[in-house]
């Protein structure tokens, strides 16, 4: 596999890490079989997308991306979806966040 592929991988990995956090939600504690069905093949999904990019790419670079986009999605969604509020800190630690995965991306390619 091209590292493009992986990291597209990962970039997949990183939105479905974005959708189990919000679908474990809406699940309200596993109680809503719906969404609860939805979260396990997100979780699936991602961890199976995540293996395979690591397969090529930097653990420690590949692994903080990945988490960093779900951090930042997740608390992006979050504010959307729940109402939860985003103060100028939390903009703030979500640009960081975006920032370095930015910085990341890049040095694994120098």
């Known amino acids: 596999?091209?590292?493009s592929s992986a990291w597209?991988?990962?970039?997949?990995?990183?939105a479905l890490d974005v959708l189990w956090a919000l679908s474990m939600k809406f699940a309200q504690g596993y109680t809503?079989?719906?969404?609860t069905a939805l979260s396990l093949v997100a979780l699936a999904a991602f961890v199976w997308l995540?293996?395979?990019?690591l397969a090529v790419l930097p653990v420690g670079s590949a692994y903080a991306v990945w988490t960093g986009l779900g951090a930042a999605g997740t608390a992006l969604l979050g504010a959307l979806c729940f109402g939860e509020a985003l103060t100028p800190g939390r903009v703030a630690g979500i640009v960081l966040i975006v920032g370095g995965v930015i910085v990341l991306h890049a040095a694994s390619h120098a």
């Not at 809503?32 to 969404?35: L, N």
């Not at 995540?50 to 990019?53: I, K, M, P, S, W």
């Open 32 to 35: 809503r079989p719906g969404w």
């Open 8 to 14: 597209l991988m990962l970039l997949c990995a990183g």
């Open 50 to 53: 995540l293996g395979r990019a």
């Open 1 to 3: 596999m091209k590292p």
